[in-house]
């Protein structure tokens, strides 16, 4: 992939016309009787297959349940970035063993990174699954559940069928949508590359056309997904920009927010910072994992960029857009990380002041550079390096969301929390408040009451919309 330089000279893509969508008349089967159950462990884009799944299954006549005790099939959708996700998923197969003895009938379907050339080897492990499946391989599930070759149409290929829900069972006022497969990088303690394959990217007018729709259906923020997001379009015709993708996505009437994740620093170009910054719907919160703060260790992982580069990254979009938060993600423990090096993260952390951080131990994954390497940081120092940059980010978000208090933020309220209304600022921020009426899918002005760490609490003012 050619690197994209910091300013796009590539012309905008015309956003009139985007292809006018045919929407399909859908015809969703009636209640069959039968239920379904769904667990999902690991990152969006699993969460995107999982809720693409079960309207699927909706569609198909399927009822979700709450339980995995009398489900006739059962979705499990894996993780394997870390041992401790794959420990977990296995878990919950070996869990299931006894129901399926109990009920031959219950259908076991396994979905994920676990899943990628590694079906034969499952099969002998797990050899109550029914079906394992790619990741966003609609078309195996399709082809498995009987009620869905029953439907006219191949809902495999709908844009639009797919309607998030909330737990409640109410329409969901947020989605995912993923817009890029697959990664090109080739860092080198990552097994993603080797699950997912090379980058794809969907079709332009596709992901309009769903968003359009997930709008129409009172979807009021989208979140666009992809492991390096903003490398979308270098392999399509004309190679359109996320900048050109998030112009467009914005003019979508009914549509509030509009996010995106995950950001390689490499391609965080100005074209993307300056359209974050101009957009309506962009909201001010920039997701660009940074992994390591020693230049060394980052070369080791393979990043293909400097500390230098992401501080420069996240400086150019504070000015650009003062009230930005930031967030990303760092792995401790890295072969080889010296203290010195494990140093130069803690400082490039206190410099940068993100407001979320998602911290990682390294674990060694097969089949990656890195597995050939020792794992020579003991367990023990690599859980102090993670509780000593815990511990700095909970002193700079108990500053950075104290200086918060008194200001009055847009709330997109999500659902309730203990009894009481929580949602997210523009920036991302947890915040819940108590109010009688029914906020659900409102945004709401709140003033900011009291403050912790981790979210924020207040009393809505103004006229909920
Ligand atoms: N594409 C994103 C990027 O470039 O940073 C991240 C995708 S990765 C699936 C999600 C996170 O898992 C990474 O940011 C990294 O912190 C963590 N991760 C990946 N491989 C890991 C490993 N072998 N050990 C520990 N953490 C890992
Ligand atoms: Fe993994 Fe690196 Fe690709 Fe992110 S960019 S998915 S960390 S290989």
């Not at 590694?118 to 499946?133: A, C, S, T, W």
Request: glycine share 6%; hydrophobic share 35%; charged share 25%.
């Amino acid at each position: 992939m050619a690197a994209p330089t910091f300013t796009s000279t590539k012309p905008i893509i015309p956003l009139t016309p985007v292809q006018e969508p045919e929407l399909p008349v859908l015809r969703r089967l009636p209640p069959n009787g039968k239920t379904f159950f769904t667990w999902t462990i690991g990152c969006q884009m699993n969460e995107a297959d999982t809720a693409k799944i079960a309207s699927m299954l909706q569609e198909a006549g399927y009822e979700r349940t709450d339980s995995d005790e009398h489900a006739d099939i059962v979705v499990l959708n894996s993780c394997v970035v870390r041992q401790a996700a794959e420990d977990k998923v296995a878990g919950k197969l070996n869990s299931l063993v006894r129901q399926k003895r109990a009920n031959p009938d219950m259908s076991v379907v396994l979905t994920g990174c676990m899943v990628t050339k590694q079906q034969e080897k499952l099969r002998e492990q797990f050899p109550h699954v029914d079906l394992f499946f790619d990741p966003s391989d609609f078309e195996a599930l399709r082809a498995f559940v009987p009620e869905m070759t029953q439907l006219d149409d191949d809902i495999t290929q709908l844009p639009h069928y797919y309607q998030p829900e909330t737990d409640a069972g109410r329409a969901g006022i947020t989605a995912y949508v993923p817009i890029i497969y697959g990664c090109n990088f080739l860092c080198s303690y990552c097994i993603v590359p080797y699950r997912r394959g090379k980058e794809t990217s969907r079709p332009f007018a596709d992901i309009v056309t769903e968003v359009e729709q997930l709008a129409a259906n009172g979807v009021r923020e989208v979140t666009l997904l992809g492991q390096t997001v903003n490398a979308y379009g270098h392999d399509l015709p004309g190679t359109p920009s996320l900048a050109d993708l998030l112009r467009a996505v914005d003019a979508i009437p009914g549509l509030e927010r509009l996010r995106f994740l995950t950001s390689h620093p490499k391609y965080m170009g100005n074209d993307i910072i300056d359209a974050m910054a101009e957009l309506r719907t962009a909201c001010e919160h920039m997701n660009l994992p940074v992994q390591a703060g020693d230049n060394e260790v980052l070369r080791r992982m393979r990043r293909t960029y400097t500390r230098d580069l992401w501080l420069e990254r996240i400086a150019y979009t504070r000015q650009q857009m003062p009230d930005v938060t930031v967030a990303t993600d760092i792995i401790v423990g890295f072969p080889g990380e010296t203290d010195e090096q494990f140093q130069q993260t803690y400082d490039m952390l206190a410099e940068a002041r993100c407001d979320k951080v998602h911290l990682a131990m390294y674990s060694p994954r097969p089949g990656t550079l890195s597995a050939r390497w020792e794992d020579d940081i003991p367990h023990e120092e690599k859980f102090r390096r993670h509780q000593a940059l815990e511990e700095l980010q909970k002193e700079i978000c108990t500053e950075t969301n104290s200086r918060r208090m008194g200001e009055t933020y847009e709330v997109l309220v999500e659902g309730k929390s203990r009894g009481r209304w929580s949602g997210r600022t523009r920036g991302n921020t947890l915040v819940h408040f108590d109010d009688d009426r029914d906020l659900f899918g409102k945004l709401v002005d709140v003033r900011i009451t009291y403050t912790s760490p981790w979210y924020l609490m207040g009393e809505p003012v103004g006229t909920p919309r």
